[in-house]
Nanobody
Framework: QVQLVESGGGLVQPGGSLRLSCAAS????????IGWFRQAPGKEREGVSC????????YYADSVKGRFTISRDNAKNTVYLQMNSLKPEDTAVYYC?????????????????????WGQGTQVTVSS
């Protein structure tokens, strides 16, 4: 059974950091592009970042570039999203997703339709 489980969310002050984890079971993350999305109340879902299967190519939305880092640990079948310099506008439910299309399908913020598997999400709240 294919499953993605996010963890690591929570409440953090502006300027703080969190590391989200996306643990996969039922498939090997090394063979899939893994993306992170977020959705704030009343807003559209936004693609935040993605990492490719092969050469480790990455994509970041402009809103998080320079602050967020995506990485993969194939031995743990897990993908991470390190979030630094967090802002109140980063507050959202964060989801990870897996897909098997070529990376070019995933290198923009409107790529949700190309992912086949989704996790349940983890809440990130940035507030003082």
């Amino acid at each position: 059974q294919v499953q993605l489980v996010e963890s690591g969310g929570g409440l953090v002050q502006p300027g703080g950091s969190l590391r989200l984890s996306c643990a996969a079971s039922g498939f090997t993350v090394g063979y899939y592009a893994i993306g992170w999305f977020r959705q704030a109340p009343g807003k559209e879902r936004e693609g935040v970042s993605c990492i490719s299967t092969s050469d480790g190519s990455t994509y970041y939305a402009d809103s998080v570039k320079g602050r967020f880092t995506i990485s993969r640990d194939n031995a743990k079948n897990t993908v991470y999203l390190q979030m630094n310099s967090l802002k109140p506008e980063d507050t959202a439910v964060y989801y990870c997703a897996a897909g098997r299309r070529p990376f070019r399908y995933y290198s923009d913020s409107d790529s949700a339709q190309y992912y086949g598997y989704w996790g349940q999400g983890t809440q990130v709240t940035v507030s003082s």
